[in-house]
């Protein structure tokens, strides 16, 4: 078991590693989330599985606090409502349970961000297309390959790895780092 653990450790280190050379997108991600909140905007976020729990999470530390004690900022996770998502799924279909929220919610100027580690979530894309329908910034979040994800959104962070459990993990290490980029710029 101990060798098991050190594997995963290492492996885990090693995809980190190889993502300090996305920070030119992080820094792009950052600051398009800086422009959004300065603009008075929201940001807007969501994904399936592993991706919803993350895009809960940071919408969470934008809304309550990261680092600092300052006023809250406007984020909402997609994920959350069960209502919503239940009824969206049964009167229209599951692939459109975040489009729809996005038709009633986002904006122009808000920044949409869709997490999905394979990129081909059809819910997902579904909601980005609608969001850039109605004039948000859309940012993806996804694996190696980028998936659909990559040909519809404005920016994408693609993990340098294929192994779910490795990409969410740097997932919400980049979540961490925007949130940190964001407080410190705006306060």
Known sequence: MKQKILDILNESISVKEKSKSLADVI????QEVVKCYKNNKKVVLLGNGGSAADAQHIATEFVSRFEKERKALPAMALNTNTSSL?????????DKVFSRQIEAFVQKGDVVIAISTSGNSKNVIDAVEQAKKQGAVT???AGESGGKLKDVCDIIFRVPSKNTARIQ???ITVGHIICKLVEDELF
Request: hydrophobic share 35%; aromatic share 16%; no cysteine.
């Open 27 to 30: 820094e792009k991600i950052s």
């Open 86 to 94: 239940t009824a969206i799924g049964n009167d229209y279909s599951f």
């Open 139 to 141: 940012v993806g979040f």
């Open 169 to 171: 993990e740097v997932h």
